[in-house]
């Protein structure tokens, strides 16, 4: 089969297309033929080995795939050789083959493309846990997301809406602004791509608090963290919830003094955990998400495919926060 490995640590031009021997699925696991592969940004930290996670080399990234069964182990039932199917690898999806644990699987609806599933999980998992689970969004809150234009921002902004919810989507460009408009928020900010500025900060607190009425936000949704996070913890409302989801502009320090005076919350929203600890819960919010799915209220927004040769494409414009809603690399 063909893969595309990470033999050292760095960057996506360090990664290498190569040819090993087809896998095996063993026990309660299945293999899949791969059609699409979902490119997120913790595929960028993996082969840095930055990420939770750090596989032994050689490895390839991709965590989420779609595609169809092609080989089932002993032990599974409830998948069959043809079945179309989504899953949840953590790596290894850069490849044409790849098996996974069964419980790591989903049938998706024959309507469903392969590319939108590989594309579905990760990013509406995260959002819909941290907007659902941890941010208790109730209809008619206001929803500040940063970082609106990309994988999970873009799902963030489709779940808000659906909850009801007024979204104020920040991003960093006049394309960006368009395409969370056509998306369906409410109101975009642009702010610029230094924050590191005292006035700029206090500027953008007042944008948002502008744009929310006068009171600020009832949510944040922190998909950028660095310089930004301060300002927007600023800009909530009293009782506000400020969600924690990722830092690809560094890792914040926040004055602790802020959760006092607005009596706030700085809430964790890791969704891989919660998907082992909490599998019933997560079970119910797949079910959601399909649901909305069905209904078109969600659907992800792919803005670009590489073909497998090029993943280290797909990777770099990721890593540069170019990307508009969803990346694939595809197999066929």
Same mark, same amino acid.
């Given at each position: 089969?063909?893969?595309?490995?990470?033999?050292?640590?760095?960057?996506?031009?360090?990664?290498?297309?190569?040819?090993?021997?087809?896998?095996?699925?063993?026990? %309660?696991?299945?293999?899949? *033929? #791969?059609? =699409? +592969?979902?490119?997120?940004?913790?595929?960028?930290?993996?082969? $840095? @080995? &930055?990420?939770?996670?750090?596989?032994?080399?050689?490895?390839?990234?991709?965590?989420?795939?779609?595609?169809?069964?092609?080989?089932?182990?002993?032990?599974?039932?409830?998948?069959?050789?043809?079945?179309?199917?989504?899953?949840?690898?953590?790596?290894?999806?850069?490849?044409?083959?790849?098996?996974?644990?069964?419980?790591?699987?989903?049938?998706?609806?024959?309507?469903?493309?392969?590319?939108?599933?590989?594309?579905?999980?990760?990013?509406?998992?995260?959002?819909?846990?941290?907007?659902?689970?941890?941010?208790?969004?109730?209809?008619?809150?206001?929803?500040?997301?940063?970082?609106?234009?990309?994988?999970?921002?873009?799902?963030?902004?489709?779940?808000? %809406?659906?909850?009801?919810? *007024? #979204?104020? =989507? +920040?991003?960093?460009?006049?394309?960006?602004?368009?395409?969370? $408009? @056509? &998306?369906?928020?409410?109101?975009?900010?642009?702010?610029?791509?230094?924050?590191?500025?005292?006035?700029?900060?206090?500027?953008?607190?007042?944008?948002?608090?502008?744009?929310?009425?006068?009171?600020?936000?009832?949510?944040?949704?922190?998909?950028?963290?660095?310089?930004?996070?301060?300002?927007?913890?600023?800009?909530?409302?009293?009782?506000?919830?400020?969600?924690?989801?990722?830092?690809?502009?560094?890792?914040?320090?926040?004055?602790?003094?802020?959760?006092?005076?607005?009596?706030?919350?700085?809430?964790?929203?890791?969704?891989?955990?919660?998907?082992?600890?909490?599998?019933?819960?997560?079970?119910?919010?797949?079910?959601?998400?399909?649901?909305?799915?069905?209904?078109?209220?969600?659907?992800?927004?792919?803005?670009?495919?590489?073909?497998?040769?090029?993943?280290?494409?797909?990777?770099?414009?990721?890593?540069?926060?170019?990307?508009?809603?969803?990346?694939?690399?595809?197999?066929?």
């Amino acid at each position: 089969m063909k893969i595309m490995l990470s033999t050292e640590p760095g960057g996506p031009d360090t990664l290498v297309l190569s040819e090993t021997p087809t896998p095996e699925p063993g026990k %309660k696991q299945v293999r899949i *033929k #791969v059609h =699409a +592969a979902g490119v997120n940004f913790p595929d960028t930290l993996i082969i $840095r @080995d &930055l990420y939770q996670v750090k596989p032994p080399r050689p490895f390839a990234p991709g965590g989420e795939i779609a595609g169809e069964v092609d080989a089932v182990g002993e032990e599974v039932s409830g998948l069959k050789v043809g079945d179309r199917v989504l899953g949840m690898v953590g790596f290894g999806g850069f490849a044409t083959q790849v098996v996974a644990d069964a419980t790591r699987v989903i049938k998706i609806p024959d309507a469903m493309p392969y590319d939108e599933a590989a594309c579905f999980v990760l990013t509406y998992g995260t959002s819909h846990h941290a907007l659902k689970d941890r941010a208790a969004i109730q209809p008619g809150d206001s929803l500040l997301i940063l970082g609106a234009a990309g994988g999970v921002g873009a799902a963030a902004i489709e779940l808000g %809406k659906a909850a009801g919810a *007024k #979204v104020i =989507a +920040a991003v960093s460009s006049e394309e960006k602004a368009q395409f969370c $408009r @056509d &998306l369906g928020a409410d109101e975009t900010l642009i702010y610029p791509r230094d924050m590191s500025d005292r006035a700029a900060q206090k500027d953008f607190s007042a944008q948002i608090k502008t744009l929310s009425g006068g009171e600020g936000v009832n949510v944040v949704y922190d998909a950028v963290g660095g310089d930004y996070a301060e300002p927007a913890v600023r800009a909530l409302a009293w009782k506000g919830r400020y969600l924690v989801v990722g830092f690809p502009a560094g890792i914040p320090k926040i004055p602790l003094n802020l959760t006092l005076l607005k009596g706030c919350q700085i809430v964790g929203v890791f969704w891989g955990a919660h998907t082992v600890r909490e599998p019933q819960s997560h079970a119910e919010n797949m079910g959601d998400l399909f649901r909305l799915y069905a209904e078109g209220k969600v659907r992800p927004q792919i803005s670009a495919r590489f073909p497998l040769a090029q993943a280290s494409d797909a990777l770099q414009l990721l890593e540069d926060r170019k990307a508009l809603g969803k990346v694939v690399v595809t197999m066929t």
